[in-house]
Protein backbone atom coordinates (compact mmCIF):
# COMPACT_ATOMS: atom_id res chain seq x y z
CA UNK A 1 0.00 0.00 0.00
CA UNK A 2 2.78 2.38 0.68
CA UNK A 3 4.37 3.94 -1.96
CA UNK A 4 7.92 5.30 -2.59
CA UNK A 5 10.05 6.91 -4.92
CA UNK A 6 13.85 7.26 -4.74
CA UNK A 7 15.90 9.57 -6.55
CA UNK A 8 19.29 11.51 -6.25
CA UNK A 9 21.62 8.60 -6.49
CA UNK A 10 24.95 8.52 -8.81
CA UNK A 11 28.21 8.35 -9.01
CA UNK A 12 31.29 10.53 -6.74
CA UNK A 13 34.37 10.86 -5.77
CA UNK A 14 35.38 9.91 -2.32
CA UNK A 15 35.01 12.80 -0.08
CA UNK A 16 32.40 13.94 -2.08
CA UNK A 17 28.57 14.93 -1.05
CA UNK A 18 25.12 13.77 -2.23
CA UNK A 19 21.48 14.27 -1.32
CA UNK A 20 19.20 11.19 -1.54
CA UNK A 21 15.40 12.18 -1.94
CA UNK A 22 12.20 10.00 -1.13
CA UNK A 23 8.41 10.36 -2.26
CA UNK A 24 6.21 9.18 -0.19
CA UNK A 25 2.58 8.51 -0.51
CA UNK A 26 -0.36 6.06 0.17
CA UNK A 27 0.25 6.12 4.68
CA UNK A 28 -0.56 8.80 6.88
CA UNK A 29 3.10 8.94 8.51
CA UNK A 30 2.77 10.52 11.40
CA UNK A 31 2.58 7.29 14.05
CA UNK A 32 5.96 5.75 12.19
CA UNK A 33 9.14 6.79 11.24
CA UNK A 34 10.78 6.88 8.00
CA UNK A 35 14.29 5.32 7.28
CA UNK A 36 17.13 4.63 4.82
CA UNK A 37 18.50 0.89 4.20
CA UNK A 38 20.88 0.13 1.80
CA UNK A 39 22.31 -2.71 0.52
CA UNK A 40 25.54 -2.53 -0.39
CA UNK A 41 27.51 -5.62 -2.84
CA UNK A 42 27.26 -9.15 -1.49
CA UNK A 43 25.66 -8.15 1.83
CA UNK A 44 22.56 -7.58 3.66
CA UNK A 45 20.16 -4.94 4.31
CA UNK A 46 20.90 -2.47 6.48
CA UNK A 47 19.29 0.46 8.49
CA UNK A 48 21.22 3.43 7.81
CA UNK A 49 19.21 6.39 9.02
CA UNK A 50 16.30 6.48 10.80
CA UNK A 51 13.79 9.93 11.50
CA UNK A 52 10.63 9.87 13.10
CA UNK A 53 8.24 11.46 11.43
CA UNK A 54 6.10 13.24 14.43
CA UNK A 55 8.69 14.95 16.26
CA UNK A 56 11.82 14.18 13.90
CA UNK A 57 14.17 11.85 16.21
CA UNK A 58 16.65 11.05 13.99
CA UNK A 59 18.97 7.99 14.67
CA UNK A 60 21.79 6.47 12.99
CA UNK A 61 24.07 3.25 12.28
CA UNK A 62 27.83 3.58 13.65
CA UNK A 63 28.82 3.74 10.77
CA UNK A 64 27.54 6.86 8.68
CA UNK A 65 27.48 8.90 12.39
CA UNK A 66 28.73 12.02 11.97
CA UNK A 67 28.88 11.80 7.92
CA UNK A 68 24.81 11.20 7.12
CA UNK A 69 22.12 13.65 7.95
CA UNK A 70 18.66 12.33 7.35
CA UNK A 71 15.63 15.15 7.25
CA UNK A 72 12.21 15.01 6.26
CA UNK A 73 9.31 18.06 4.75
CA UNK A 74 6.18 17.33 6.08
CA UNK A 75 4.21 19.56 4.05
CA UNK A 76 5.62 17.55 0.90
CA UNK A 77 5.92 14.27 2.45
CA UNK A 78 9.63 13.59 1.34
CA UNK A 79 12.38 12.56 2.66
CA UNK A 80 15.76 13.11 2.57
CA UNK A 81 19.11 11.83 3.01
CA UNK A 82 22.34 13.82 3.21
CA UNK A 83 25.68 12.13 2.82
CA UNK A 84 28.92 13.90 3.05
CA UNK A 85 32.58 12.42 2.96
CA UNK A 86 31.57 9.72 1.08
CA UNK A 87 33.51 6.66 1.08
CA UNK A 88 33.97 3.69 -1.20
CA UNK A 89 32.39 1.31 1.59
CA UNK A 90 29.31 3.69 1.33
CA UNK A 91 28.67 2.21 -2.28
CA UNK A 92 25.00 0.65 -2.02
CA UNK A 93 21.59 0.57 -3.20
CA UNK A 94 19.71 3.06 -1.09
CA UNK A 95 15.72 2.56 -0.12
CA UNK A 96 13.62 4.23 1.73
CA UNK A 97 10.88 2.62 3.76
CA UNK A 98 8.59 3.23 6.59
CA UNK A 99 9.15 1.74 9.80
CA UNK A 100 7.18 0.67 13.25
CA UNK A 101 9.74 2.92 15.07
CA UNK A 102 13.32 4.00 14.54
CA UNK A 103 14.78 2.03 17.02
CA UNK A 104 13.38 -1.61 15.71
CA UNK A 105 13.96 -0.86 11.77
CA UNK A 106 10.76 -2.62 11.23
CA UNK A 107 9.71 -1.82 7.79
CA UNK A 108 5.90 -1.86 7.54
CA UNK A 109 5.78 -3.94 4.62
CA UNK A 110 8.11 -5.17 2.30
CA UNK A 111 6.92 -2.68 -0.55
CA UNK A 112 10.59 -1.12 -1.70
CA UNK A 113 11.08 1.00 -4.40
CA UNK A 114 13.65 0.88 -6.88
CA UNK A 115 16.15 2.35 -5.16
CA UNK A 116 18.70 4.37 -5.72
CA UNK A 117 22.44 3.44 -6.51
CA UNK A 118 25.33 5.06 -4.93
CA UNK A 119 28.40 4.50 -6.13
CA UNK A 120 31.34 6.03 -4.92
CA UNK A 121 34.92 5.96 -6.53
CA UNK A 122 38.29 6.15 -4.48
Known amino acids: QVQVVESGGGLVQAGGSLRLSCTIAGLTLDPYGMAWFRQPPGKEREGVAC????????YYADSVKGRFTISRDIAENKLYLQMSSLRPVDTAMYYC???????????????WGQGAQVTVSS
Open 51 to 58: ITWRNGNA
Open 97 to 111: SAVLGCQTWRPLDQH
